[in-house]
């Protein structure tokens, strides 16, 4: 298996709800990745995980809150998001954080906050 | 700060044309540098990963190339075809804070 799964592929939220994204691999790496993308640029880093612990943060608001329950997967839970947060949502993986890893992309979550 | 800009922002050719996208990057520490692919609307496809030690990379129609020293790295692809239209995104693995940083794309469409 060498693919990285999302879901939901689509989701419509209010600014009052509560919803999570879901990111799963079983390649057996050791470090995972948000990424917001906005329409026409490019991903920009959220947060890495690695062995299971938080890496980075890049100042992400905390009306986002990540969680790794175990290796294979890494949720993003979501609460009071505002329209702007509308996007696709990526998550990667790679094998770690070395040098050496390369990195492997789900198909993304379109998040849409109305 | 590292930046990555891809030149040019958006290209079409006739099919059987071969493709030329530029990236180029400000801090030469990087521990590596990825290409991916973008339809619209979906994920990153990963085409070629070069190290920081080596020259090019190649598989199939795609070939990529490194120079680290100056900060640029180009993909090519041979023989175009319809089905190559989409998006071009190249990342930077830097070695400072150890995370990928991407260029703003090259958007490719390819004419029958």
């Known amino acids: 298996d060498t693919e990285v799964t999302q879901t939901p592929k689509h989701l419509v939220m209010g600014m009052t709800n509560k919803k999570s994204l879901k990111c799963e691999q079983h390649?057996?790496?050791?470090?995972m990745y948000w990424y917001k993308q906005k329409a026409k640029k490019p991903p920009e880093l959220m947060f890495v995980y690695s062995y299971e612990k938080l890496s980075i943060n890049e100042s992400v608001p905390s009306r986002f809150s990540p969680e790794c329950p175990n290796s294979s997967l890494l949720n993003l839970h979501l609460h009071a998001l505002q329209p702007e947060d509308s996007a696709l949502y990526l998550c990667?993986?790679?094998?770690?954080?070395?040098?050496?890893?390369?990195?492997?992309f789900g198909s993304g979550t379109r998040l849409t906050v109305v | 700060k590292q930046e990555v800009t891809q030149i040019p922002a958006a290209l079409s050719v006739p099919e059987g044309e071969n493709l030329v996208l530029n990236c180029s990057f400000t801090?030469?520490?990087?521990?590596?540098l990825q290409w991916f692919r973008q339809d619209p609307g979906k994920g990153l496809t990963s085409l070629l990963l070069?190290?920081?030690?080596?020259r090019e990379q190649t598989s199939g129609r795609l070939n990529a190339s490194l120079d680290k020293s100056s900060g640029r790295s180009t993909l090519y692809i041979a023989a175009s075809q319809p089905g190559d239209s989409a998006t071009y995104l190249c990342a930077v693995h830097e070695a400072a804070g150890n995370k990928l940083t991407f260029g703003g794309g090259t958007r490719v469409l390819v004419k029958p």
């Open positions: 801090d030469s520490a990087i521990y590596n």
């Open positions: 990667a993986s790679s094998q770690d954080l070395g040098q050496y890893s390369d990195y492997t």
């Open positions: 070069i190290q920081s030690s080596q």
């Open positions: 390649m057996g790496h050791r470090a």
